[in-house]
């Protein structure tokens, strides 16, 4: 028996537009619990596949007739057989998720932020599953791309409908929680790939290095990138403005967050970077101008059209990080009761460095769950 | 350790590796062990989880070149 199949990219939709979803997860407890598909308006029933395997009598009950269900697990093999037993025990609106949460993971979709001021056009890159958000600038003919994640076909081949040429790839700080494509996509397209020198003191490989004040324009009609270093999250962690009107803030500032100061290792001594940058380097910036981070912790940060946006001066008015005036208060919240690190945070940080070289399927595990690089 | 039966579910992705665990728990006794090798990524915290909902014992884990090896003694 057939059992219809539901992409990653109608899930994405589904979200996106609120729309109601009834999400049968067969993975287990524990890795429900640690990370899930989340909508506004989805429901939820989580049973692991192992305890369906005799039948699913069961929980006939617990699940509803006249909604679409969609069963999913770790990469679509159970949930498919999930969904045929349904389908047998007369569920009509059954759909498999196909690729499971590791398509999820890895589905970008791409959503236009504005047009930009000369002619050109920034993109964001949602990566819904995991909260990663990229950039593309376009402008005359030529692609900067910002904060890659490593399914780098997906930007060569949005470039290639637009007709542009990438020519500089930016990583805003080295990673820890998602594998980075710029190097890939500077590899395979010959573009500059940049990346801010104190973080890259162990890398093996050449790079372009980033420093405070540099200019890169994209395309002849000048679009500006302009690096702003603003440590914090890392030590090298560097903040671009586009355009003149967007920030680009890396791990540093989130909507409704900010970045943690741990996970390169050295939490006490960054505490007083990162409230400089967010105290006082971001506060000398424009109110106005438009924050776009690397983040999204909930959904609750996306916009109506799925961007995650929001002015400087909003997030200085209501995001609780930037509101701390007790240095030591500040200090508590980003070095203790933090989130638990990201899933394999130690081996992408060696992955991004060019250290080990993990093949597909490791790298894919490697990124499993949540990203986890804010506090709140 | 004394294995009474050993499952090669290499090579199997998820469900089977769970399924063919099942089926073979039935063939052996309370008390005796199962040795199982899978080389899906995800049969670690799946076997782990399924093991302890179905009341079985899981013994000892291995990774050995790619191949994961569990021993399940078999619940009451």
């Known amino acids: 028996m057939t059992v219809k199949n539901m992409t990653v990219k109608e899930i994405t939709n589904k979200v996106l537009n609120n729309e109601e979803l009834f999400l049968l997860d067969v993975r287990t407890e524990d890795a429900y619990q640690d990370w899930k598909i989340e909508g506004e308006n989805f429901a939820y029933l ?27 697990c770790a990469k679509g093999g159970s949930s498919q057989m999930v969904a045929e037993m349904l389908v047998e025990e007369g569920f009509e609106n059954v759909y498999s998720v196909e690729g499971g949460m590791k ?28 909260g990663c958000l990229s950039y593309m600038v376009v402008s005359n003919g030529e692609a900067a791309i910002i904060d890659s994640t ?51 003191g162990e890398v093996t490989f050449d790079y372009q290095p980033l420093r405070d004040g540099d200019h890169v324009t994209v395309g002849n009609t000048n679009i500006d990138i302009h690096a702003l270093y603003s440590p914090g999250h890392t030590k090298g962690s560097t903040s671009f403005v586009v355009d003149d009107q967007y920030l680009m ?3 540093i500032l989130f909507i409704d967050s900010i970045g943690r100061p741990d996970l390169a290792g050295k939490a006490d001594d960054w505490v007083m970077d990162l409230r400089e940058t967010l105290y006082t380097r971001y506060k000398e910036l424009s109110d106005e101008l438009i924050v776009l981070p690397a983040h999204f912790m909930i959904m609750d940060e996306l916009n109506e059209d799925g961007t995650v946006a929001e002015k400087l001066g909003t997030l200085f008015e209501k995001n609780h990080g930037l509101n701390i005036d007790d240095q030591d208060e500040f200090r508590k919240m980003v070095t203790e009761n933090l989130p638990p690190q990201p899933n394999a945070y130690q081996e992408i940080r060696e992955t991004n460095m060019g250290k080990i070289s993990p093949d597909n399927e ?10 986890r690089c804010a506090v709140r | 350790m004394n294995v009474t ?71 009451e």
């Open chain 1, 249 to 251: 803030t890396g791990d």
């Open chain 1, 150 to 200: 490593r399914m780098t076909d997906v930007y060569v081949d949005f470039a290639k409908e637009l007709g542009v040429k990438i020519t500089n790839v930016f990583d805003t700080h080295l990673h820890a929680d998602h594998i980075s494509g710029g190097r890939k996509i500077a590899e395979q397209t010959g573009a500059k790939y940049w990346l801010p020198p104190e973080d890259a």
């Open chain 2, 5 to 75: 039966k050993t499952l090669d579910a290499t090579g199997l992705a998820c469900p089977m590796p769970i399924v063919k665990t099942k089926k073979a728990m039935k063939d052996i006794e309370a008390g005796e062990v199962l040795e199982i090798h899978a080389t899906d990524q995800g049969a670690k915290a799946d076997l782990t989880a399924w093991a302890k909902s179905g009341g079985h014992e899981l013994l000892q884990t291995e990774e050995d070149n790619g191949v994961f090896k569990f021993w399940i003694k078999k619940g």
């Open chain 1, 362 to 371: 490791e790298q894919r595990e490697m990124e499993i769950g949540p990203n």
């Open chain 1, 103 to 130: 398509a999820w993971s890895e589905h970008l979709e791409p959503i236009k932020v504005n047009d930009l001021k000369d002619g050109g056009e920034l993109y964001q890159f949602v990566r819904i599953g995991k």
């Open chain 1, 46 to 72: 989580n049973i692991p596949y192992f305890d369906l395997l005799d039948g699913v009598e069961e929980i006939v009950d617990q699940l509803p007739k006249d909604k679409e269900i969609a069963v999913v």
